[in-house]
């Protein structure tokens, strides 16, 4: 398996920055989803570590509503842009950031008090194999307090096995993104080749780079006994942000929601 992560976290972290800029302006209101949510679901941290955080797009956004917060990332790249925005949009001093690799979180941050929950978002989960993935989440379970919660965000094999699009193109400022997708429904793997081609003149495109990603997904039974084994009580299952979150019954949203957002609690002993 390849390290796509570090090649595009840390070789080239430009070419999905705009990809990242371009969801800035939604942060607000998913995070007053993800409050609401927590809420519902009875929690009302005050501390949070966002995992895979990127540009602190949700970061900012709970520290401007109080939440103290620790964004994490493996791209010192995107957690330079992620300080200077929070200083900027005066969240410094309640949103703080931090290069980490996710596989070794628990001893990078072990300095830190524990946290209220984590929060991990915008598909940023199943880089790595299987054995990783659980072991990360045993991790997160130790840096949260008894009582404390883990939210996921991604996107669900279910929907992909139903509606998997094998090409696509999107434009981003000065490129062109073109897309192949192809599932392995053996190993529940979703690989993805961005091919990424800048703009060079006013009709003139040229091949940048190619990176191929791959990651896991699973299926929302198969997402919550992960939860399980790894320690985590399963809580609940909402849709993701942008879908509704009024009057959806839980089997239709398993089956046919794209991205789902499962909430776990660490019980108290």
């Keep these: 398996m390849s390290d796509w992560t570090k090649e595009l976290s840390e070789e080239h972290p430009e070419l999905y920055l705009s990809a990242l800029e371009g ?69 410094s001093d309640k949103a703080i950031f931090r290069v980490a690799d996710m596989r070794e979180i628990a ?45 996921l965000e991604i996107m669900n094999r279910d929907w992909i096995i139903r509606n998997l699009q094998k090409r696509g193109f999107s434009r ?11 599932f392995d429904q053996n190993t529940s793997r979703m690989h993805t080749t961005w091919t990424y081609l800048v703009q060079q003149g006013e009709q003139k495109f040229v091949l940048s780079k190619q990176i191929t990603i791959d990651h896991r997904v699973w299926s929302p039974h198969e997402l919550i006994e992960m939860f399980k084994r790894t320690g985590w009580q399963f809580k609940a299952a909402y849709p993701s942000f942008g879908q509704s979150q009024n009057d959806v019954r839980l089997d239709v949203l398993l089956l046919e929601g794209k991205h789902l957002l499962l909430v776990g609690k660490k019980l108290k002993k």
């Design 23 to 91: 969801r800035i302006a939604q942060a607000g209101e998913e995070v007053d989803t993800l409050l609401d949510i927590l809420e519902e679901q009875g929690f009302k941290p005050k501390v949070i570590l966002d995992l895979n955080c990127g540009i602190g797009r949700h970061s900012i956004e709970l520290g401007k509503r109080g939440i103290s917060v620790l964004g994490t990332d493996l791209s010192s790249y995107y957690i330079e842009i992620a300080k200077k925005r929070a200083e900027k949009l005066e969240a």
């Design 107 to 151: 001893s990078i941050i072990s300095d830190k008090e524990l946290f209220d929950g984590v929060v991990n978002l915008f598909t940023s989960f199943g880089f790595y194999d299987d054995k990783t993935n659980d072991d990360i989440l045993r991790q997160c379970y130790q840096l949260v307090r008894p009582g404390g919660f883990f939210v």
């Design 172 to 182: 981003r400022k000065d490129m062109i993104v073109l897309d192949e997708r192809y």
